[in-house]
């Protein structure tokens, strides 16, 4: 589901971003979701903490599809209007 788009920071589709090393929570990058891309990730995934009080955003952790090796996962849903959200899940991209 996600893929290496190239574009730039208004990109509206699944964006990786490299770090450039091995970081031990994020792996070497972080995806920016658009909408679409978020509810796919969603989808097939084991929600196993889900907490919407924070103003902003809402803090999403869980398991990926078992397409996806039910890697863990960690997204931040932006609630601003068309506004990217946050993905991390350290073998997502690899």
Same mark, same amino acid.
């Given at each position: ?11 509206? /589709?699944?964006? @990786? !971003?490299?770090? %450039? ?6 792996? *070497? %990058? ?6 679409? /891309? ?6 097939? @995934?084991?929600? *196993? /903490? ?13 398991? !990926? ?9 960690? /997204?931040?849903?932006?609630?601003? $209007?068309? @506004?990217? $959200? ?9």
């Amino acid at each position: 589901m996600l893929d290496d788009v190239d574009g730039d920071e208004s990109e509206t /589709a699944a964006s @990786a !971003r490299d770090v %450039g090393e091995d970081h031990p929570i994020i792996g *070497t %990058g972080y995806h920016r979701l658009d909408d679409q /891309a978020l509810q796919l990730e969603l989808e097939g @995934a084991t929600i *196993t /903490a889900r907490d919407g009080s924070f103003v902003g955003f809402e803090l999403i952790v869980g398991y !990926r599809d078992k397409s996806f090796g039910q890697e863990p996962f960690i /997204a931040i849903k932006n609630r601003l $209007h068309d @506004a990217p $959200h946050l993905f991390i899940s350290p073998e997502a991209g690899k």
